[in-house]
């Protein structure tokens, strides 16, 4: 099997464990409903408007568009490096690093046309017969995993308050395994868009 064939499927797999479980929350989940998996570990549902400065309208747009500007653009990397026999395990990390792009981009597209709104005393239901939530473009991305690894004595949480998903976690893991074990090709990728730019650069003055 081809290192391109393993990165595509590598990314698929990502991208469907992500919408699985995003899809199961949605369907199963009243929005803020919890499961205690372990103390430290727990599946608490909340949604994530993805507003970029608070700008409900503008930003989401703005925000969504970027993310599939940048998975163009981690597709167009990966093409590239394949085909300059970079390393595998770089290719398979930057490939990890686009499902989890790839992946909130599904949300923020069609969540709002094919779900009803989640509330905290209604499971959402799959393409409702009044219609989704909102327009095309503004749908909110679905967040599940919860880490309260220590809490204070009211039991607030100290650390980890976040709350994410599959797509998050590719995206930290990945740029984690970039910085400590694929440094060196990194660089060596960046490397060459740089020179590639000043040998544009020349021929544009001549």
């Known amino acids: 099997m081809s290192v391109k064939t393993k990165s595509i499927l590598l990314i698929l797999l990502l991208l469907v464990v992500d919408q699985v479980s995003k899809f199961y929350i949605k369907l199963n989940f009243a929005l803020g ?16 408007k993805g ?41 398979f990390a930057v490939s990890v690093l686009l499902a989890g792009a790839a992946g909130n981009i599904v949300d923020s597209i069609f969540y709002g046309v094919i779900f009803s709104e989640s509330t905290p ?17 503004y749908g909110k991305v679905v967040d599940m995993f919860f880490f309260p690894i220590i809490t204070n004595s009211a039991g607030e949480t100290v650390f980890f308050k976040y709350i994410f998903n599959v797509a998050d976690s590719c995206v930290t893991v990945s740029v984690f395994i970039i ?26 003055k001549k």
């Open 33 to 48: 409903d919890e499961v205690e998996v372990f103390s430290w570990f727990k599946i608490y549902f909340v949604e994530n």
């Open 121 to 137: 005393y209604q499971v959402a239901t799959l393409f409702p017969a009044g219609g989704g939530y909102a327009p095309i473009f």
């Open 179 to 204: 910085l400590l074990f694929f440094r060196k090709e990194l660089n060596q990728v960046l490397e060459s868009k740089k020179n590639k730019e000043a040998i544009l650069e020349n021929d544009s």
């Open 51 to 91: 507003m970029a400065f608070g700008m409900e309208i503008i930003g989401k747009l703005f925000l969504t568009l970027f993310r599939i500007v940048a998975v163009v653009f981690l597709s167009v990397v990966i093409h590239r490096m394949i085909k300059r026999q970079i390393r595998p395990g770089f290719i």
